[in-house]
C-alpha cells in the first residue's frame, strides 16, 4: 500500500507563511507528479499546485507568486510554501500523488487526509 502523510498546516494571520509536507511511502515504483488540492465546505476541490517528474509546475491563478511547490525525489516529498497568505486560501489542503505502486504497474492517484490551514486575524 501507498501513504500520504501530510503536515505543516495551521493557523496564521494574512500575510503569514506555512510550509506543507507530504512524504510518500510504500510499494512505490515511481511517482509521475505530486500536488496540493483545498477544498472549502460547499466549494469543488480545486488544483492549488502540482509538480510533475520532469519539474514542470502547474499553480493556480489565485496563488501564483505568493505558493512555491517544490519536491525531494529522494525522500518521496512534496512542499507547498505559501505566503502572503489571504482568508480566501483557509482551506482544507490535501495531498495527492500520481504514480505507479509495485502491486498494480500502471499510474494510480492516492490522496492524503488533508490538512487545515486557516489564515485569519
Known amino acids: 500500500q501507498v501513504q500520504l502523510v501530510e503536515s505543516g498546516g495551521g493557523l496564521v494571520q494574512p500575510g503569514g507563511s506555512l510550509r506543507l509536507s507530504c512524504a510518500a511511502s510504500?510499494?512505490?515504483?515511481?511517482?509521475?507528479?505530486m500536488g496540493w488540492y483545498r477544498q472549502t465546505p460547499g466549494k469543488e476541490r480545486e488544483l492549488v499546485a502540482r509538480?510533475?517528474?520532469?519539474?514542470?509546475?502547474d499553480y493556480a491563478d489565485s496563488v501564483k507568486g505568493r505558493f512555491t511547490i517544490s519536491r525531494d525525489t529522494a525522500k518521496n516529498t512534496v512542499y507547498l510554501q505559501m505566503s502572503s497568505l489571504k482568508p480566501e486560501d483557509t482551506a482544507v489542503y490535501s495531498c495527492?500523488?500520481?504514480?505507479?505502486?509495485?502491486?498494480?504497474?500502471?499510474?494510480?492517484?492516492?490522496w492524503g487526509q488533508g490538512t487545515q490551514v486557516t489564515v485569519s486575524s
Open positions: 509538480i510533475t517528474s520532469g519539474s514542470t509546475t
Open positions: 510504500g510499494n512505490i515504483i515511481s511517482i509521475d507528479a
Open positions: 495527492n500523488a500520481r504514480l505507479i505502486d509495485r502491486r498494480d504497474y500502471r499510474l494510480t492517484n492516492y
